[in-house]
C-alpha cells in the first residue's frame, strides 16, 4: 500500500512540474515578475506554442516563449498594440542571423523597475517573445 501511495506522489509531483513549464496558447496574459501583461493571443488570437522558458534570478525574472506560425504582420499587429499601451522601442529592427530581432520596453509598476519584450522573428519559422522584468531604465532607441 504504501509502494501505491510513493507512486502516486510521484505522478503527482511529475505532472505539476510539467505543468509548470506549460504556458496556454490563448492565456490573454503573462505573468512575469509580478507584473501581468498582454499576450500574443490577446491581439492576434491562438499560436501555437512550441517551447517555453522561465528563470528568475536577483537581477530579474524572464518567461521566453516559442511560437509556430506567427506572421509578421501579426507580430508588428501585436508590437503595435503594445506600443499604443505606452510601450517604447528600445532596438528597432534589426537582421540577425536567419530572421530579425525587437525590443520595446516601458517602467514596470515597482519604482525603479522595467519591462522589456524582446522578439526574434525568422520568416516561416519560429518566433521566440521574452519577457523580462527587472531593475533598470529605459532607453528609447535613437531615430
Do not use: H, W
Not at 11 to 38: D, H, K
Not at 82 to 88: A, E, K, P, Q
Amino acid at each position: 500500500m504504501k509502494n501505491k501511495r510513493g507512486i502516486l506522489a510521484f505522478i503527482l509531483l511529475a505532472m505539476m512540474v510539467f505543468m509548470a513549464g506549460c504556458a496556454s496558447s490563448t492565456a490573454p496574459t503573462v505573468e512575469v515578475g509580478g507584473e501581468v501583461l498582454p499576450s500574443l493571443y490577446s491581439v492576434v488570437g491562438e499560436k501555437k506554442i512550441t517551447g517555453t522558458s522561465k528563470s528568475i534570478n536577483t537581477e530579474a525574472a524572464e518567461v521566453e516563449l516559442t511560437y509556430q506560425g506567427v506572421a509578421l504582420d501579426e507580430l508588428n499587429s501585436y508590437i503595435e498594440s503594445l506600443v499604443s499601451d505606452g510601450y517604447m522601442i528600445t532596438q528597432e529592427a534589426q537582421a540577425q542571423g536567419t530572421g530579425q530581432s525587437y525590443q520595446i520596453g516601458k517602467e514596470a509598476s515597482a519604482d525603479g523597475r522595467i519591462i522589456l519584450i524582446s522578439f526574434y522573428f525568422e520568416d516561416g519559422g519560429s518566433t521566440v517573445i521574452t519577457y523580462t522584468v527587472g531593475e533598470g531604465t529605459i532607453t528609447p532607441e535613437a531615430s
